[in-house]
């Protein structure tokens, strides 16, 4: 039996796994703003029906602080999982280049971070790779889409 991997656009995958990154990154350097609830009457006159609902804007206000703050931690749990899996050169190249600052660009990764320093293009093949896996597994847990990500049939044929 064999496993068939799918073929993966490299620049759409790069693309979509650094937005997840990057959402990753807003999610833990931005406090999560917790809603109140307005308890303040209103005194503009309201014209409409009888609608037979009952409103509880305690309630739902509840349920979203804790509904919204359990996912945002649910997804950051689930990035770091992932990229506890990669490879060790996979894992420092994503941890130190997108998920600590903003301001860490490539060249500072692969001539300052490696130890000893790579290529440009041994990095974009790491890179590449820990992109790759980290799409998977993503999809796996149903943070991302693989449709969009697919090689057409025209860049199947350019790499085969």
């Known amino acids: 039996m064999e496993l068939m991997l799918p073929e993966l656009d490299r620049r759409k995958t790069q693309t979509a796994v650094e937005a997840a990154l990057e959402k990753y990154r807003i999610y833990k350097t931005i406090a999560f703003e917790e809603r109140e609830v307005m308890v303040t009457a209103s005194y503009a006159e309201r014209f409409h029906g ?47 280049r997108y998920l600590k600052d903003d301001d860490v660009f490539d060249y500072k990764v692969y001539n300052h971070v490696f130890d000893p320093p790579v290529s440009k ?11 790759y896996k980290m799409a998977l597994a993503l999809s796996d847990r149903g943070l991302m889409n693989m449709e969009p990500l697919s090689a057409s049939r025209k860049e199947r044929q350019k790499l085969g």
Request: net charge positive; glycine share 2%; proline share 0%.
């Open 50 to 96: 009888a609608t037979n609902v009952t409103g509880d804007s305690t309630a739902r206000t509840a349920i979203y602080n804790v509904d919204v703050q359990r996912a945002r931690q649910a997804y950051c749990d689930t990035i770091d999982f992932v990229v506890s899996r990669l490879s060790e050169k996979e894992r420092v190249l994503v941890s130190e």
């Open 121 to 131: 293009d041994t990095y974009t093949k790491i890179r590449t790779r820990a992109f």
